[in-house]
C-alpha cells in the first residue's frame, strides 16, 4: 500500500500562487508516475499534471504555462506550483500515485479556491 497526503490548499484570489505538497509513503517501490488531478464542484475528476521518475512532464492544456509540476529524487514528494489562478481552477485537487502494475493510489484530497 501507498499513502499519499496532500497539503498547501486554501483560498487565493485570482491571479495569485499556491503551491501543494504530496507525500508519499509506505510500499513505494515501483512508483512510476507521480500526478495531480483535480475535481471542480459538479464535475468529474480531471487530470492536472504528472511526472515520471524520469523527470518527463503532462499538463492539461488548461494549466500548461501557469503551472509547474515537480518531484524529488526519491518519489516521495511531489509538487505543484500554481501561478496565476482563475476562479475556474477551484477545485478539490487529489495526489496520485502510478505504479508500472496494479491500481492507482489517490490522496484525501486538498481544497482550492480562486476568488475574490
Known amino acids: 500500500q501507498v499513502q499519499l497526503v496532500e497539503s498547501g490548499g486554501g483560498l487565493v484570489q485570482p491571479g495569485g500562487s499556491l503551491s501543494l505538497s504530496c507525500v508519499a509513503s509506505?510500499?513505494?517501490?515501483?512508483?512510476?508516475?507521480l500526478g495531480w488531478f483535480r475535481q471542480p464542484p459538479g464535475k468529474q475528476r480531471e487530470l492536472v499534471a504528472t511526472?515520471?521518475?524520469?523527470?518527463?512532464?503532462n499538463y492539461a492544456n488548461s494549466v500548461k504555462g501557469r503551472f509547474t509540476i515537480a518531484k524529488n529524487n526519491t518519489r516521495t514528494t511531489v509538487s505543484l506550483q500554481m501561478n496565476s489562478l482563475k476562479p475556474e481552477d477551484t477545485a478539490v485537487y487529489y495526489c496520485?500515485?502510478?505504479?508500472?502494475?496494479?491500481?492507482?493510489?489517490w490522496g484525501q484530497g486538498t481544497q482550492v479556491t480562486v476568488s475574490s
Open positions: 496520485n500515485a502510478q505504479k508500472t502494475s496494479g491500481p492507482g493510489y
Open positions: 509506505g510500499n513505494i517501490f515501483g512508483i512510476y508516475t
Open positions: 511526472i515520471t521518475v524520469g523527470g518527463s512532464t
